[in-house]
């Protein structure tokens, strides 16, 4: 969504931090407990209510600004290692979109931390100035992400049944594919660089003047937030999982297949050798079903929390402490999915395991693993009566 991995609009925003700053004053500790005053009768009780739930969001805050360096530089080192890993021999459609898949998470994770960067460090003309390509450049790559990772499940889910023997498409096509997606994801994050102008305001906080991005009139339009808004939904919530829904009924399909053509087959050279290439071809399908479901868990919740916000304002307005806690949780939950595809590949790839090994330990090379013929196989020949 638009606003998916950054902050809160700007009036929902002035709101929370109202709430914020009272609660940082009445808590004690950030404790989430607030108790009247001792000899102070005209505290009302919705009054702690609120300044409870708002110290709530702020410790849900808080845990969120200190975890979320942590899991954008693991993830950038791990992103590294899955690159060097899965870049290292590229045969198939499959290894392709995978290639492409990791270069734009490794590079989403930059902008991500690019972004967060004003957190921990002090007000910086230049990053209000940059705020808007780097706002863009996040989107376009998140959407390039979303696509190319539908096309390599797809193709997966097309390619893996055992009646077929190759690929859906070769890895030049495969190649032009991934650049087609990433030039429409781009065309299509493109309008959000003139959501954002840097203006001169007043800060409260330290009684000065200073350069801020904020949103611009362009932003500001009914008609161009209520059209820009249900295209970024379409494309980013509404069109692509029921797409995930589809897919992973085929790859289970072609899951089911793999295991009933292993069994009762005579055996011979061939056969094992196709039976080695379904086992191989159950794995990535494997891989492709976790790696939706992981995507559907972590980037869902928040995608839905934007998309209920853009639909029902008055939801999130009415319950500003509640969207300010689950916001900044679920933003490193957004992230933790692309600090996990390293796992996944290293759990799921019998290759990727290999060729990892194999570029970290140049001194031990590693044999490539040969087809079992049908005297290792588990299916045994028949004796000659």
Request: aromatic fraction near 10%.
């Amino acid at each position: 969504m638009p606003h998916v991995a950054l902050t809160l609009p700007p009036p929902l925003q002035r709101d929370v931090d109202v709430i914020r700053l009272l609660a940082n004053v009445n808590a004690t500790n950030s404790s989430t407990t607030l108790a009247k005053p001792a000899g102070i009768n005209y505290v009302d009780d919705n009054v702690i209510e609120q300044l409870e739930k708002a110290a709530w969001a702020l410790d849900c805050e808080n845990t969120a600004h200190v975890l979320l360096p942590i899991v954008l530089g693991t993830g950038l080192l791990l992103g590294l290692l899955s690159l060097v890993g899965a870049g290292r021999r590229v045969r198939t459609a499959g290894d392709t979109f995978l290639v492409a898949f990791l270069v734009c998470s490794e590079l989403l994770m930059i902008c991500g931390l690019v972004i967060k960067l004003q957190e921990y460090m002090e007000h910086s003309v230049a990053y209000e100035h940059l705020y808007g390509y780097i706002k863009c450049l996040h989107d376009w790559l998140w959407f390039s992400t979303l696509w190319i990772l539908i096309v390599m499940t797809l193709e997966r889910a097309m390619s893996a049944p055992p009646s077929r023997s190759r690929s859906t498409c070769s890895r030049a096509q495969a190649a032009v594919v991934s650049l087609l997606i990433c030039g429409v994801c781009l065309l299509s994050a493109l309008p959000q660089f003139w959501e954002y102008e840097v203006t001169e305001t007043f800060d409260y906080g330290s009684n000065q003047t200073i350069v801020m991005a904020q949103l611009s009139e362009l932003a500001d339009s009914p008609q161009f937030a209520i059209l820009y808004f249900w295209y970024a939904a379409v494309l980013s919530v509404l069109l692509p999982f029921p797409l995930f829904a589809l897919i992973c009924v085929l790859l289970v399909r072609s899951m089911r297949k793999h295991r009933l053509s292993r069994q009762n087959v005579p055996t011979s050279d061939v056969l094992s050798r196709r039976l080695q290439r379904s086992a191989v071809d159950e794995h990535g399908a494997r891989l492709c079903l976790v790696l939706i479901l992981l995507y559907v868990l972590c980037t869902g919740p928040a995608s839905c929390l934007v998309l209920a916000h853009g639909v029902r304002p008055h939801w999130t307005w009415s319950q500003p402490d509640l969207y300010a806690g689950l916001f900044p949780l679920l933003e490193l939950v957004f992230y933790f999915f692309y600090a996990t595809v390293f796992f996944l590949l290293l759990s799921y790839s019998d290759r990727f395991r290999r060729q990892l090994r194999r570029s970290l330990c140049c001194c031990c090379p590693v044999k490539e693993e040969e087809p079992p013929t049908a005297e290792h196989s588990m299916l045994k020949p028949r004796k000659a009566r």
